[in-house]
């Protein structure tokens, strides 16, 4: 996995990358994902954190979407946030990617991954 910016990546055909995200003051509960196309598998990393993972399956020259979100309450702090890093199978990572905040605008950020091999 090569990072271009911080939502834009190279990947390969069958490189499983993983979105690590560390919940800062808020429940791993909140926060999920998805990708287009292909199944997004949710796990947990050795400190209990979700981890979310996809198999890169496009054919070369075609893209994968993957868009995290994360769920805050008007009870949360101030400061809640999940910090999120993303690696791959081939090398590549931990990338860490900007917080989903509390008082951002943006809480549903999308990521693209160019297959580029």
Do not use: C, W
Not at 55 to 82: C, R
């Amino acid at each position: 996995m090569n990072q271009i910016n911080s939502f834009r990546y190279e990947v390969q055909q069958g490189e499983a990358v993983t979105f690590v995200v560390t919940p800062i003051k808020e429940s791993p509960d909140n926060i999920t994902a998805e990708v287009a196309p292909g199944v997004m598998a949710r796990g947990a990393d050795g400190s209990g954190n979700p981890t979310f993972s996809f198999s890169v399956t496009a054919p070369v020259g075609n893209i994968h979407f993957a868009k995290l979100e994360g769920v805050f309450s008007p009870d949360d702090p101030d400061d809640a946030e999940f910090d999120i890093t993303v690696s791959g199978s081939n090398g590549g990572g931990p990338f860490d990617i900007p917080a989903i905040e509390r008082h951002s605008p943006v809480k549903d950020p999308t990521f693209r991954f160019e297959v580029t091999k």
